[in-house]
């Protein structure tokens, strides 16, 4: 290649590179807004692994249902229509006598630890017994069958001691079964709230799954959001996530109500957020309910591997090589 054609190919390089200049400063004049600046910076850090951004599902407005777990007849209604309720109150309740009694059974089973106790004491002392019997045998002022009948009763109650640790087990399976009943019989608000409906008053029979109380919330929202199993370890219980607007301009807090398997997707879990729409502007709570909004998670080592950049994101460019001077040589 001679000097011509080299420097003739230099130059057509800084035209080309001269072009690319010109288009990236008007890309920077469009998008100089703060809302695309706003935009550009979270996808920035999404890009840095700071955050991954995943779209929800639209929008709905909080009413939850209030469903027996268990059947049984209705003893105490404690709420009307119009009460405001906190989540996890109790609204009512079915018969609890007989569930109470297994209950505190099952409770002081679990709690009275005198026999294991004293089994582990015997087959201690019987260790202590064997030992110096051995010791004894050594000096030959025993006989090796008090020995043996030492190492027997020590097998005897140390047995008997690991099966009580066993009988444990089984009694805390049984307490924590009793206990589960025992709630089944309460209905809890499942969201803060106001009561819009009660079905069913004092003495009326409920079946399984039957609806007796409905609590809805006219400021608060739910949105779902399917994410990977890996993503959703990240996210802490009754924490917080950035919500941003499907229109880009607005970020609230949405907190997490719940995090549940997704049956349609194996590996996946769906994330249930409740926003308050008065973290919002006015344009933006007017289209409140079927938005979607973009949920900033947290990432871990292994999501940022596998998640792709946001669409319309570019990998970022590796450093130019250093220019040679084979030119001028």
Partial sequence: MDMKTTTHRFHSGRRLSGFRVVLAAIAVFVCISPVALEAQSILYKSRLGEKVIVESGGASQVAEKVRSAAPGTLMEVLVKVGDTVKKGQVLAHTELAA???????ARVALENNATINAMQGQADAWTVTREETEEALRKRQVEKSRVEWAAGMEKFFRGSYEAQLEQKKVQRIQYEYWKEQYEAHFFRAPVDGVVSEVLLDVGMPVGLATHVFTVGNEESYMIPVSVPAELASEVAPD???PVRASNGKHVGRGLVDSIMDD????????????????????????NF??????????????????NPLPAGEATPAAP?????????Q
């Fill in 263 to 286: 049956p349609k997707s194996p590996g996946k879990k769906i994330i249930k957020l409740l926003l308050n729409e008065r973290e919002f502007p006015t344009e933006t709570r007017d």
């Fill in 289 to 306: 309910s079927g938005m979607k909004f973009d949920v900033l998670l947290p990432q871990n080592e292994l999501a940022q591997q596998d």
């Fill in 239 to 241: 924490g917080t996530l």
């Fill in 320 to 328: 130019a090589a250093p220019a040679t001077k084979t030119a001028k």
């Fill in 99 to 105: 569930t109470k009694y297994q209950l505190d059974m």
